[in-house]
């Protein structure tokens, strides 16, 4: 690496003749998205890998509401089964492994600097997904250690957790040659990331716990994994994508730092409302329900900062599908946010609390936030790390339809059907097989929407696939729905440059802007 | 340099806070718990039982954590006299209170469904005694076989005619349905001793 890499370059003198600043920037911008290349298609490839898995395993479980004498004569596709195998493949294949390599990118991307410890990372890919096959096959052969989010036996997770480890050494090595002053607000979400996820696997993987403290432990871990490490990851890209494929500042960058700290700060303690009414002592769930309720602060924080610099460019959305997929992603973030918020309060709970409800308010948060973000985030990397571009507008458009849909019907249904279900057990007097009964048809519901987002996986993985084979013919621009309007994505758009206008570097040279 | 640092102590610190308070605090609160009056440990039959209901699980459907009064509708029901208490769950390795109840909370199944045979068919084919039920039949827990070829140490399993096998076949209970059995019996909830 030359001194070309360095941030300051395109303001200084003596330019080699005939190249602008602009190109230099560009330059140096496609070296260090190909440092990155090999470790962040792997880990995104075996992110959609599990995504296929797990989906398929979700689509089992839920057709045996429908059909509960189906696949019963072999013990390892019964639902008590396939519905933990399910979970753990999405949270620890899907979202944290497609997660890590959305990460790594925008890790290097916003250091500036290229990826250091390439062989770490990959060796890290080979042992997370040999944790997760021994994970999934160990959950359907009988293996699971019973713990709602950790069901994976500790064979799976230890080779997880160094490959966790490894993934964390890599990012430290980038870290120390960053050739930036300005730490962006992504970077402080994935830094911290990078502390919480490894710290709460090994903290819950303690042989210490039983009995009630073992629950309370259990639901501190399983809400903290999806609020202290998937969440920052979906922030972060967030926090980056919006304003970089608009072409505009976030819109007040000293309120994300509010927003960064009282996430930090609050989010730890929200988990064990889950045992509200429960054995665990009373002060617990308390705390529990004031610092659920006080996430409304960061939450808005991150409403105002995402959705106030989308507005007025609402149009864009028509055309750029990492637009469109983030903006449906951080949409979805203020509300199950919110309403996560809401329904840690007792009366709430009383009601939810053992439903469907509960499953909805989980799909919410994994998938309309979390995993609608890192589609519309690899929907911006790939082509920059593989110089390709995506084959099929169309196909792209099927896949955001599908699981759009798709998550917006279950969610629907599973939020009615809980809440029918809960109102209904309130009730002494309503016989439990009637309960039964009048979850039914919404179950109904969540066989056809999860069908339909399984689609939208074998869509996108197809693509995915395409892309990273390079095949069929290279288009010269980025891929959008529909033509773009020159000039609607910055100045660079649609003339076979694939960068877009670089809004989150002037933030860093002109901060507070 | 000084920056990152500072992100990374302030991350820490407020992750270290809530791991002793919500997961280490609650297990020096929670040590001294003396077992509720009823709650023993596993026998080898038991324990047996208590892995089989891991194994296949059943936490995703069954909580075992009855509401105490006045919050929820589950003494009303009959799930229990009480509300659930620290004490009952001493000797559970892996805690099963679950946090959903597409069937029934099971913490004190016992005392409202004693019966062998009924569990049993249950387990077997739960649309045989409970109709309209979603559970999962579990057939794998059990032989089907031919009457004359029961040996008398086995349990055979009353199965109303429209489910039960064919012929003069008959379902015969394994050893880990018969643990599973065992397990679920010791869910039961006394009542306490008001001046403890």
Redesign the interface.
């Known amino acids: 690496m030359s001194e070309a890499t360095s941030s300051s370059v395109p303001r200084s003198p003596g330019l080699p003749p005939g190249q602008s600043p602009d190109d230099l920037e560009a330059n140096w911008r496609r070296t260090v998205d190909r440092s990155t290349r090999w470790p962040v298609v792997a880990f995104i490839a075996s992110g959609t890998f599990w995504l296929i898995i797990g989906s398929l395993l979700a689509l089992i479980a839920s057709f ?2 429908q059909y ?2 189906w696949w ?4 390892w596709l ?4 396939i ?2 195998a399910h979970l753990n493949t999405v949270i620890y294949g899907w979202i944290s492994m497609a997660g890590v390599g959305v990460a790594t990118w925008l890790w290097s991307r916003l250091l500036k600097t290229q990826l250091r410890g390439r062989g770490l990372q990959l060796i890290s890919v080979v042992l997370w997904n040999i944790g997760m096959v021994i994970g999934t096959i160990g959950i359907l052969a ?7 989010w950790v069901e994976m036996p500790y064979a799976a997770f230890a080779f997880i957790v160094p490959a966790m480890v490894l993934v964390v050494a890599s990012f430290l090595l980038t ?1 120390r040659e960053r050739r930036v002053q300005h ?1 962006f607000i992504s970077v ?1 979400y994935l ?2 990331a990078m ?2 996820g490894p ?2 696997v090994m ?1 819950m993987l303690l042989p ?11 639901w ?2 399983a809400h ?1 994994i999806l609020g ?1 490490w998937i969440t920052p990851m979906g922030l972060a890209a967030a926090y980056y994508f919006i304003p970089k494929v608009i072409g505009r500042p976030v819109y007040s960058y000293h309120l994300s730092y509010l927003g960064f ?1 009282t996430l ?2 609050f989010y ?2 929200a ?2 409302h ?2 509200v ?5 009373q002060w ?1 769930a308390t ?2 329900i004031v610092f659920s309720v006080m996430m409304i602060i960061p939450v808005i924080v991150v409403a105002v900062n995402h959705h106030l610099t989308v507005v007025g460019h609402f149009k864009k959305l028509k055309y750029s599908p990492t637009l469109r997929f983030i903006v449906f992603g951080a949409m979805s973030y203020t509300s199950v946010s919110l309403q996560g918020s809401m329904q840690s309060i ?1 009366s709430w709970q ?1 009601i939810t ?4 409800y ?2 909805a308010h989980s799909h919410l948060g994994v998938y309309a936030f979390a995993t609608m973000i890192i589609f519309g985030a690899i929907y911006y990397i790939m082509p920059r790390v593989t110089d390709w571009e995506w084959e099929s507008p169309r196909l792209i458009s099927i896949h955001f339809w599908t699981t759009g849909l798709g998550v917006g019907a279950y969610f629907t249904a599973l939020t009615i059907g809980g809440v029918i279900q809960g109102l209904q ?4 007097d309503i016989a ?2 009637q309960i ?2 009048s ?2 048809p919404w ?1 109904v519901v969540r066989s056809v929407s999860g069908t339909l987002m399984t689609i939208g996986h074998f869509v996108f993985a197809y693509l995915l696939v395409r892309i990273m084979m390079r095949s069929g013919t290279r288009s010269d621009g980025p891929t959008y729905f529909r033509p773009a309007p020159a000039g609607i994505f910055g100045s660079r758009a649609g003339d076979g440059s694939t960068e877009e206008t670089p809004s989150v570097e002037e933030i860093e040279e002109r901060p507070g802007l | 340099m000084t ?2 640092i500072l ?2 102590l ?3 610190a ?2 270290s ?3 002793t ?3 280490l605090l ?2 020096l ?2 040590a001294t718990v003396e077992p509720t009056p009823g709650t023993d440990a596993y026998t080898y039959e038991e324990q047996l039982g208590y892995e089989v209901y ?8 069954h ?1 075992q ?1 009855v ?2 009064d006045g ?3 589950d003494i ?3 799930w229990g006299r009480r ?4 004490g ?17 909370d099971l913490h004190d199944i016992a005392s409202r469904q004693p019966s062998q045979d009924w569990h049993l068919a249950h387990l077997y084919q ?2 045989s005694v ?11 827990l059990f032989e089907v076989k031919k009457e004359s070829q029961v040996r008398p140490s086995e349990v055979t399993v009353p199965i109303t005619p429209k489910y039960a096998p064919p012929g003069d076949s008959v379902v015969v209970a394994t050893e880990e349905a018969l643990a599973l059995y065992e397990y679920l019996m010791t869910l039961k909830l006394e009542e306490l001793d008001q001046s403890s």
């Not at chain 2, 891991?54 to 459907?61: N, V």
């Not at chain 2, 409970?130 to 794998?140: K, R, T």
Request: net charge positive.
């Open positions: 045996k509401f509960p004498d019963t004569q072999q013990a019964t639902f008590g089964r519905r933990p009988g293996y699971s250690r019973s713990i709602e870290l730490l402080w830094g911290a502390l919480w710290f709460l903290a210490i716990y039983s009995g009630v403290p073992e629950a309370t432990a259990n501190w871990y903290n202290l700290w930090a700060l730890n303690w988990g064990v889950h045992l009414g429960g054995p665990a002592p617990l705390v529990s007792r009383e609390h053992f439903t469907h509960t499953i057990m309130l009730d002494p439990f097989l039964v009964d979850t039914k179950l | 920056r990152s992100i990374f302030g991350a820490f407020a992750i806070m809530s791991f308070a919500l997961a609650p297990r609160q929670l891991q194994r296949e699980g059943c936490l995703y459907c909580s954590q509401r105490p919050f929820g509708s009303a029901r009959g509300g659930s208490r620290p009952d769950y001493v000797f559970d390795d892996r805690h099963q209170l679950g946090t959903m109840r597409t069937g029934p739960p649309r409970s109709p309209g039920s979603v559970m999962p039949a579990y057939p794998y």
